[in-house]
């Protein structure tokens, strides 16, 4: 019995072995690239259904043992579409992969140590890619290159100055006194995207730094640096940055090495810059002249008349120069299945339109990707940018005679300010400043020393058929040292004594970030593969310090131009060190790619809070359901159809030195002594914190040739920090504390078409379509005009109240005769925003892209104007309707503009030179070659008066838009590019 057992065992196995061999096969293949036939590298090929895949090679080669058939291969790399084959048996394939069309493929990021499909994403998180951001024309900053391109971010540029200055606002603004600005993240590296005073309105007169149209150092990064953008809007998708996403987080990744051999890429920009809008001259005759100012002035009228036979036109001559603009850029990148790289260099010289103004830039980076072993791989991201900016004297001022638009609105166009021949400038008898004195001489200058470092290391600590486990360590350092600069020499009209005597300011500023974070990372494929959960947990630690020192001098020494030779010399230092320490934590579940759900929450403490050491949690949950990835679903044109819904909260700690009173030096008899500044800290002063509830729907029809997405959502800011006055009993003045809450709400569609896709001819479009609406729902201090943000309920300015939108502008009025009371004139915040793109690709040679901006409704303070009525050099004063104007009360009223336009933002033809004409000219060293011309801010067709509707008299700060004095008008600008590729 037992000696039959053991044959019928044997029997068996010899029967079954054979069986078992037949069912597994080995397939072997080579992946290409659809466009140009080149092997493929690093793409996934794995058995669905199963763990068991392999990666391509260098040469697009793998090879691949199949446990059983019938199997399906799915081929997936990023950036291209994923490919499925059908397998009976082993085989030889040859696969071609084609670039994603439709971007469900593309990858995206949704924990601090995870990414999905956006097919798969319940957020509406918004990208920008290379060929987005700077494929169309040449770009000096990123934020400006990002205009019309997302969905629900308004982008306002607060000076036509080289060099930028902007201010970006997710989904309406987040808070009334706290940051505004998004948190940018680059390569994992915390961006410091700080504005920097200079002291300029020591010498100006203006009211406050944001007022010294500086820039915000984002202008450091070079756009061309970029492989894409991602951004997180609203607290639902930002809510695992915890209490620094507030305002949004924007996510830029840079270029990173492809595997393959070496390639090297040369670009050339060429370009002129100047004033996309003049405004003109009032068409003075002899009779007016005398009717504005009396026969004096006619005879000086008729006398440069007679001797110039036109007049003086300063706006042509302050503003009318043609800067000359060039970029030149050069990268490589290679590798191979151990080492990628990317390193690139790039030096941009940008003029302005105001002579002697201008930006350069000169930028270096290196990119390094290494696998150690297969329980090790590391990424290093390098940058150092060195930047200088001479941005002259614009915007508000108080009788400093330097600010352009405030000196030109009260010169009169007979006055010669020209220097003698002896370099003597005249006296402006109507202004306190000469304006050409000033752009040859006055200085306002700023440079950057800027070093960014990020560092990745992943440790795979386990991978077995159903778990993968690894552990994330990565780092960052943004160290930047500014250096300001503003010299106003002593025979400046407004200088000469019994007035300052000259002025210099020397910045001396540095800045230190430091960021470090430690992620473990679970994956687990459950039943049999059709749950896939993904599990994080970490801790993040987060250290800024800054020390900014700001040494003026007045009474200078003839010709000097150091502090140390003045007579008045003031020091001023600002220190400031602040420390965030948070633990995270976030499941993702993914059944099917039909049921996607995500659970966070994130605990974080901050040394600007009341009390440092107390944790504040921020929880985030989503979920999406694709309902044609389910088994029912039959209609075959509708590719996709997602439903979404996602909840998160973010949060904002008090501005730095809010929790304490501070106390300021004091000169007793020739001793120092300290008191109460008048400034009451609030040792209990909690963050700001948003909660955001979004939800919409994604459609894909013709294979996701056509789609379309809709978002809504309401935002909610409670405990926002405002500041009340005090009783003089009580020993101060203020005191800044938790005072209000606001809301924002909104819509947010976006249509794309891929309407041709054929060898010859390709054409996409794009329409993206947004609005916000704010309302303060809580304040517990009367209604009030915020400070900074205006020039009070006179001329008008922004003004906080319950019930209201938190963007109105509002000016002290008496229209239904009850009396003067705070009234509301206009509002910034838009009716609506949209983009319109369309790039087209004709013979594979023609490369034509546009993008059309149009802001609907809106209004601006346009209180250049109000000056320039003053001055009587308005150039409608003319006309019945500059005279009404005249007429009329100096009142909000009255200078309240609307701002709405269309802008045909940018727009390039471009051709390539196809294969055989590159082959005869330069033979195999080139591979391809492509050149054409481009342009920025076209035309745009506007009915504001001024020289542009996107304005901010103080920075991109706070509530800062929407008010214009004496701003540094935007230019239009035209390119010719080269690009080679080795």
Same mark, same amino acid.
Request: proline share 4%; hydrophobic share 35%; glycine share 10%.
């Given at each position: 019995m037992k000696q039959n057992y053991w044959k019928n065992t044997i029997f068996l196995i010899f029967l079954t072995v054979p069986l078992l061999l037949a069912a597994q096969g080995t397939v072997t293949g080579k992946v290409t690239e659809g466009s140009a036939g080149l092997p493929l590298p690093g793409v996934n090929v794995v058995v669905k259904g199963t763990t068991t895949g392999a990666i391509t090679d260098i040469d697009g080669d793998f090879e691949l043992l199949v446990p059983s058939f019938p199997s399906t291969l799915v081929f997936s790399s990023l950036g291209y579409a994923t490919a499925e084959i059908n397998l009976t048996g082993p085989t030889v394939l040859s696969v071609v992969m084609e670039e994603s069309a439709t971007g469900l493929e593309e990858v995206v990021v949704t924990g601090l140590a995870s990414s999905v499909k956006r097919q798969n994403l319940a957020n509406a998180v918004s990208t920008v890619s290379a060929a987005e951001l700077v494929g169309t024309t040449s770009q000096s900053t990123v934020d400006g290159a990002l205009y019309g391109k997302i969905p629900g971010v308004n982008i306002t540029a607060t000076s036509g100055a080289p060099g930028g200055g902007f201010a970006l606002r997710l989904r309406g603004i987040s808070s009334i006194n706290g940051n505004n600005q998004p948190l940018i993240i680059v390569d994992g590296v915390y961006y410091n995207n700080v504005e920097i005073p200079s002291g300029l309105r020591f010498a100006s007169g203006a009211n406050r730094g944001n007022e010294e149209n500086s820039s915000n150092r984002l202008a450091d990064l070079d756009p061309n640096d970029i492989q894409n953008i991602e951004v997180l809007k609203g607290s639902s998708a930002a809510a695992i940055y915890g209490q620094r996403g507030n305002a949004g987080v924007v996510l830029i990744t840079t270029k990173r090495g492809q595997t393959g051999k070496t390639k090297i890429s040369f670009s050339q920009d060429l370009g002129t810059n100047k004033i996309a809008k003049r405004l003109g001259v009032r068409p003075w005759t002899a009779a007016s002249v005398e009717s504005a100012f009396g026969a004096a002035e006619r005879a000086k009228y008729e006398a440069t008349m007679a001797e110039n036979g036109k007049l003086y036109d300063f706006e042509d001559i302050i503003y009318g120069n043609t800067g000359f603009i060039t970029e030149t850029r050069l990268s490589a990148t290679g590798g191979n299945d151990k080492t990628k790289f990317y390193v690139g260099g790039s030096y941009r010289d940008e003029e302005g339109i105001i002579k002697n103004t201008g930006f350069d830039r000169f930028s270096l980076r290196t990119n390094i990707d290494h696998r150690i072993s297969k329980v090790f791989d590391f990424s290093s991201s390098t940058s150092y940018t060195r930047s200088n900016s001479s941005r002259s004297f614009t915007g508000n001022e108080n009788e400093g005679?330097?600010?352009?638009?405030?000196?030109?609105?009260?010169?009169?166009?007979?006055?010669?300010?020209?220097?003698?021949?002896?370099?003597?400038?005249?006296?402006?008898?109507?202004?306190?400043?000469?304006?050409?004195?000033?752009?040859?001489?006055?200085?306002?200058?700023?440079?950057?020393?800027?070093?960014?470092?990020?560092?990745?290391?992943?440790? !795979?600590?386990? &991978?077995?058929?159903?778990?993968?486990?690894?552990?994330?360590?990565?780092?960052?350092?943004?160290?930047?040292?500014?250096?300001?600069?503003?010299?106003?020499?002593?025979?400046?009209?407004?200088?000469?004594?019994?007035?300052?005597?000259?002025?210099?300011?020397?910045?001396?500023?540095?800045?230190?970030?430091?960021?470090?974070?430690?992620?473990g990372v679970w994956n687990r494929e459950a039943m049999d593969g059709s749950l896939d959960i993904t599990t994080q947990l970490g801790v993040?630690?987060?250290?800024?310090?800054?020390?900014?020192?700001? #040494?003026?001098?007045?009474?200078?020494?003839?010709?000097?131009? =150091?502090?140390?030779?003045?007579?008045?010399?003031?020091?001023?230092?600002?220190?400031?060190?602040?420390?965030?320490?948070?633990?995270?934590?976030?499941?993702?579940?993914?059944?099917?790619?039909?049921?996607?759900?995500?659970?966070?929450?994130?605990?974080?403490?901050?040394?600007?809070?009341?009390?440092? !050491?107390?944790?504040?949690?921020?929880?985030?949950?989503?979920?999406?359901?694709?309902?044609?990835?389910?088994?029912? $679903?039959?209609?075959?044109?509708?590719?996709?159809?997602?439903?979404?819904?996602?909840?998160?909260?973010?949060?904002?700690?008090?501005?730095?030195?809010?929790?304490?009173?501070? +106390?300021?030096?004091?000169?007793?008899?020739?001793?120092?002594?300290?008191?109460?500044?008048?400034?009451?800290?609030?040792?209990?002063?909690?963050?700001?914190?948003?909660?955001?509830?979004?939800?919409?729907?994604? @459609?894909?029809?013709? *294979? *996701?040739?056509?789609?379309?997405?809709?978002?809504?959502?309401?935002?909610?800011?409670?405990?926002?920090?405002?500041?009340?006055?005090?009783? =003089? /009993?009580?020993?101060?003045?203020?005191?800044?504390?938790?005072?209000?809450?606001?809301?924002?709400?909104?819509?947010? +569609?976006?249509?794309?078409?891929?309407?041709?896709?054929?060898?010859?001819?390709? $054409?996409?479009?794009?329409?993206?379509?947004?609005?916000?609406?704010?309302?303060?729902?809580?304040?517990?201090?009367?209604?009030?005009?915020?400070?900074?943000?205006?020039?009070?309920?006179?001329?008008?300015?922004?003004?906080?109240?319950?019930?209201?939108?938190?963007?109105?502008?509002?000016?002290?009025?008496? +229209?239904?005769?009850?009396?003067?009371?705070?009234?509301?004139?206009?509002?910034?915040?838009?009716?609506?925003?949209?983009? $319109? /793109?369309?790039?087209?690709?004709?013979?594979?040679?023609?490369?034509?892209?546009?993008?059309?901006? $149009?802001?609907?409704?809106?209004?601006?303070?346009?209180?250049?104007?109000?000056?320039?009525?003053?001055?009587?050099?308005?150039?409608? @004063?003319?006309?019945?309707?500059?005279?009404?104007? @005249?007429?009329?009360?100096?009142?909000?009223? &009255?200078?309240?503009?609307?701002?709405?336009?269309?802008?045909?933002?940018?727009? #390039?033809?471009?051709?390539? @030179?196809?294969?055989?004409?590159?082959?005869?000219?330069?033979?195999?060293?080139?591979?391809?070659?492509?050149?054409?011309?481009?342009?920025?801010?076209?035309?745009?067709?506007?009915?504001?008066?001024?020289?542009?509707?996107?304005?901010?008299?103080?920075?991109?700060?706070?509530? =800062?838009?929407?008010?214009?004095?004496?701003?540094?008008?935007?230019?239009?600008?035209?390119?010719?590019?080269?690009?080679?590729?080795?």
């Open positions: 005679g330097l600010s352009y638009g405030y000196t030109l609105a009260y010169t009169r166009p007979w006055t010669n300010l020209f220097p003698d021949a002896n370099g003597n400038y005249p006296v402006n008898p109507n202004a306190a400043g000469n304006s050409i004195f000033v752009r040859d001489n006055a200085l306002n200058d700023d440079t950057n020393d800027r070093l960014v470092q990020g560092m990745t290391l992943n440790t !795979n600590l386990l &991978r077995t058929d159903t778990d993968r486990v690894r552990i994330v360590t990565s780092g960052g350092l943004d160290y930047l040292a500014n250096q300001t600069y503003v010299y106003v020499p002593e025979t400046h009209q407004a200088q000469v004594q019994p007035g300052p005597g000259g002025f210099i300011a020397v910045g001396k500023n540095n800045f230190t970030q430091l960021n470090t974070q430690i992620i993040a630690y987060l250290y800024q310090k800054s020390n900014l020192v700001n #040494s003026r001098g007045s009474l200078l020494a003839a010709g000097q131009t =150091s502090v140390d030779q003045s007579v008045n010399q003031v020091i001023d230092q600002f220190r400031s060190e602040e420390k965030d320490f948070g633990y995270f934590g976030q499941i993702e579940g993914n059944y099917k790619d039909q049921i996607i759900a995500t659970l966070g929450y994130r605990m974080d403490k901050s040394s600007r809070n009341g009390d440092p !050491n107390e944790f504040h949690g921020f929880p985030k949950a989503s979920l999406a359901i694709n309902m044609a990835n389910f088994d029912f $679903w039959s209609i075959e044109s509708v590719s996709q159809l997602k439903l979404r819904a996602a909840y998160g909260e973010t949060g904002s700690p008090a501005s730095f030195g809010s929790t304490f009173t501070s +106390l300021g030096a004091s000169n007793i008899g020739g001793n120092i002594g300290q008191s109460v500044v008048g400034s009451k800290g609030d040792a209990l002063v909690k963050p700001e914190t948003a909660s955001e509830l979004e939800f919409g729907f994604d @459609l894909g029809i013709f *294979n *996701n040739k056509l789609s379309f997405e809709a978002t809504y959502y309401d935002k909610k800011v409670k405990d926002l920090i405002l500041t009340r006055a005090l009783p =003089s /009993s009580s020993g101060f003045t203020q005191e800044t504390t938790n005072l209000g809450d606001l809301k924002n709400t909104g819509v947010e +569609l976006a249509l794309r078409s891929f309407v041709f896709d054929n060898e010859n001819f390709k $054409w996409n479009t794009s329409v993206q379509w947004y609005k916000n609406r704010s309302e303060v729902t809580r304040l517990a201090v009367p209604a009030f005009a915020q400070p900074g943000a205006g020039f009070g309920l006179g001329l008008g300015t922004f003004y906080i109240q319950e019930g209201k939108s938190a963007t109105q502008l509002v000016g002290n009025l008496n +229209l239904d005769g009850t009396g003067t009371k705070p009234t509301k004139v206009g509002d910034v915040e838009p009716d609506f925003q949209m983009g $319109w /793109s369309n790039n087209f690709t004709i013979y594979k040679q023609f490369d034509v892209s546009f993008l059309f901006n $149009w802001k609907k409704g809106g209004e601006n303070l346009n209180l250049t104007t109000f000056l320039s009525d003053l001055g009587l050099v308005t150039p409608d @004063l003319e006309t019945p309707e500059g005279q009404a104007r @005249l007429q009329m009360p100096a009142n909000a009223v &009255r200078f309240v503009e609307p701002a709405g336009y269309l802008r045909l933002r940018e727009a #390039s033809i471009h051709y390539s @030179l196809d294969r055989n004409t590159i082959n005869s000219v330069f033979g195999n060293t080139v591979q391809g070659v492509k050149f054409g011309i481009s342009g920025k801010n076209i035309f745009t067709i506007s009915d504001y008066s001024g020289y542009d509707p996107e304005v901010s008299v103080n920075g991109g700060s706070g509530l =800062s838009t929407g008010i214009e004095v004496g701003s540094y008008p935007s230019s239009r600008q035209f390119f010719f590019s080269l690009n080679v590729n080795f």
